[in-house]
């Protein structure tokens, strides 16, 4: 199973406050892709890890936003302070194993910040 | 970097008639080609792909068209149905552990 357990599911908090997003692959995958989508830009790429290592951050916003990968079944992604713009929908995907190119998203979290 | 444009915005077709979905993309060492398809509320997932050394791929109603030389790839959705209003994502990469470069998406609505 290619599951992947997003936690929360729905955020709600207010501006200036810590927000820490959780991926959990259910199989563990070395490869994790933290993705934001928002109504007005789409799917954005924020950060990638391979081998639990992050690759290309450059889609990370700004410092407010850090994310880990400890191992190859937990990734976290931290957002401090939040800030109203930050409201999206927070995709974490992992490529599916046996050769295949796809990448599975998890059920995302929906982030809003007031 | 992948550079990937997709048209149109929006779609509203008939139920049905066919849809057609376009997406131009830039790096020519680009060779895997997923199409998603993202109900509200709800996570894009996979719904066909094609591979580079490969013009055409067809699954049921939908079908997916490469032109390597052009740089352009189609997704055709024949007979619509309603249930297949959906926002649909084109998509672009070159490996296997990179990141998906996605187009802005279409927005299908599929009027009964």
């Known amino acids: 199973d290619a599951g992947v357990i997003q936690s929360p599911r729905h955020e709600v908090t207010e501006m200036g406050q810590e927000v820490t997003l959780r991926c959990k692959p259910i199989s563990g995958h070395n490869s994790l892709f933290w993705y934001r989508q928002t109504m007005m830009r789409g799917l954005e790429l924020l950060i990638y890890f391979n081998n639990n290592v992050p690759i290309d951050d450059s889609g990370m916003p700004e410092d407010r936003f850090s994310a880990k990968m400890p191992n190859a079944s937990f990734s976290t992604l931290k957002i401090q302070p939040s800030e109203p713009r930050d409201s999206a929908v927070y995709f974490c995907?992992?490529?599916?194993?046996?050769?295949?190119?796809?990448?599975?998203f998890g059920p995302g979290t929906r982030l809003t910040v007031t | 970097g992948e550079n990937v444009e997709q048209h149109p915005s929006t779609l509203s077709v008939q139920e049905g008639d066919s849809a057609v979905i376009k997406c131009t993309y830039s790096d020519s060492a680009s060779n895997y080609f997923p199409w998603y398809k993202q109900e509200l509320g709800k996570r894009p997932q996979l719904i066909i792909d094609?591979?580079?050394?490969?013009g055409e791929k067809k699954d049921q109603r939908i079908a997916v068209t490469l032109n390597k030389t052009a740089k352009h790839f189609s997704l055709h959705i024949t007979e619509t149905q309603p249930e297949d209003s959906a926002v649909y994502f084109c998509?672009?990469?070159?490996?296997?552990?990179?990141?998906?470069?996605f187009g802005k998406g279409t927005r299908l609505s599929v009027i009964a």
């Open positions: 094609i591979r580079s050394n490969v």
């Open positions: 998509a672009a990469i070159n490996s296997g552990n990179t990141p998906l470069v």
């Open positions: 995907a992992i490529p599916i194993a046996g050769g295949s190119r796809e990448q599975y």
